[in-house]
């Protein structure tokens, strides 16, 4: 069995629904089980400012895919909510990215893994600590890295109450 994390964003439409339903769609398929989930997260847009703030969440998977076939399915739950690519690091329905997947370490055209900018990303790795603090990327935990973003970076990511 393999162990994967993953990270959800969204701000367009229904942000709560759409973390719901990818996580549904997730669960639904055979070869994957959602086995923890990140608390939710209210982030200001990282990269391209000018847009709507996100809600953001990570999950654990266990799952009997490949990385490929992993990237496949993030792939279908993109297109199932309508995820359109207009601009980059713009405005989406719904992103699913692979941040880890075991320990592997792997970079070819079409997928990366560890995801490459998890380092910069305080909506990515405050979730991550919900989930297991122990992650690491070149033998340096997601602590030390959260650790080196900026007060304002991490001051832009709150935690999302569900009235
Ligand atoms: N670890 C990964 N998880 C998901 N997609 C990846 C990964 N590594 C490479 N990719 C590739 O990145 C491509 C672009 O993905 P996408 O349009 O979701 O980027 P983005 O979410 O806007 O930006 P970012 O990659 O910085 O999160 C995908 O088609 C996929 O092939
Ligand atoms: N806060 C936040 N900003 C982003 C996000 C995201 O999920 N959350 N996703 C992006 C493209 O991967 C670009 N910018």
Known sequence: MNKAYLGI?????????NLKCACEILNDNDSITISKKSKLYETKA???TEQDDFLNMCVEIETTISPEELLMVCQEVEQKLHR??????GPRTIDVDILFFNDIKL????LEIPHPRIQDRAFV?????DLDENLSIE???IRLYLENLTNKE???VKEFIIA
């Open 84 to 89: 359109e690519r207009v601009i980059r690091w």
């Open 125 to 129: 790795l405050i979730p991550l600590m």
């Open 154 to 156: 991490k001051s832009e």
């Open 139 to 141: 033998n340096k935990s």
């Open 107 to 110: 970079k070819c055209e079409d």
């Open 9 to 17: 964003g969204t701000n367009m439409g229904d942000r709560l629904n």
């Open 46 to 48: 990282w990269g391209y």
